[in-house]
């Protein structure tokens, strides 16, 4: 039993790495571009700049949070 829970978790986990590759690889082809989303907060000052992705990471949270849920409903 413990190898085949093993096994699953090694499968998702894969399946995640792929997912998370792939955005790596086209997200500069997606229309909208993650970390750049409307809403992030970015202030540009004389000696410098601050940036917090606000929107960004409520959307990365809120697909997190989903993806839990369905894995945890199994």
């Given at each position: 039993m413990v190898k085949e829970e093993l096994g699953r978790t090694l499968v998702v986990l894969g399946?995640?790495?792929i997912a998370a590759g792939l955005l790596f690889l086209f997200g500069d082809r997606l229309p909208m571009k993650l970390g750049r989303l409307p809403g992030d907060i970015v202030w540009k000052g004389e000696r410098g700049s601050f940036y917090f992705p606000i929107t960004t990471?409520?959307?990365?949270?809120?697909?997190?949070s989903l993806v839990?849920?369905?894995l945890s409903r199994r």
């Open positions: 399946v995640v790495l990471c409520l959307l990365v949270s809120a697909v997190v839990l849920w369905v």
